[in-house]
């Protein structure tokens, strides 16, 4: 079974709510994200993907820090979550190695989301996120159990 390595991104708004996108192909509620190129990082891969499919310039929160170790590479950050997969494109089945990112937005909210990929989009609190039909088990599990509080918290305020 061929395996990819993807990247996710979860955009938290200041409100403390999270960016998803309906994707056209399969019909989910998801996070921006996408499969890993060859000359990139995941974590690139996060943030291009999101600019590709939602039109926003992105940040990556650290939590947790990456160590460095040789590099002078500044564009990098550390996943704070890992989920395998399953991607079902009908004739094209294989498994996903993705990386999930938090991000915040910079600059303009304002989501132009790309018509050929993106059906629908919108911003989320966890408790409607996991109460709505068409978000994948492991994002519910994500959005509910691995995103701190204290960044989710601000919806309350
Ligand atoms: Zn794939």
């Known amino acids: 079974m061929r395996i990819c390595n993807t990247a ?3 955009v938290i708004d200041s409100r ?3 960016l998803l996108i309906k994707h056209a192909k399969l019909g989910m509620w998801l996070p921006p994200g996408g499969h890993v190129d060859e000359s990139e990082t995941a974590c690139y891969t996060a943030i291009r993907e999101t600019r ?3 039109g926003l310039d992105v940040k990556l929160i650290q939590k947790p820090p990456l160590v460095w ?3 002078r590479m500044r564009s990098a950050a550390a996943p704070f979550a890992t989920t395998l997969h399953r991607a079902d494109y009908g ?3 294989h498994y996903h190695y993705n990386l999930c990112f938090m991000a915040r937005v910079n600059g303009t909210k304002r989501v132009r989301p790309e018509r050929n990929e993106v059906d629908d989009y919108g911003w989320f609190t966890t408790k ?3 109460s709505m039909a068409g978000v994948p088990h492991d994002v519910k599990i994500i959005v509910s159990e691995r995103i701190p509080e204290t960044l989710l ?3 309350r305020r």
């Open 8 to 10: 996710s991104c979860f």
């Open 16 to 18: 403390g709510r999270i």
């Open 52 to 54: 590709e499919e939602t």
């Open 69 to 71: 170790n040789n590099t």
């Open 91 to 93: 004739d094209n089945v």
């Open 128 to 130: 409607e996120i996991l």
């Open 153 to 155: 918290s601000r919806s």
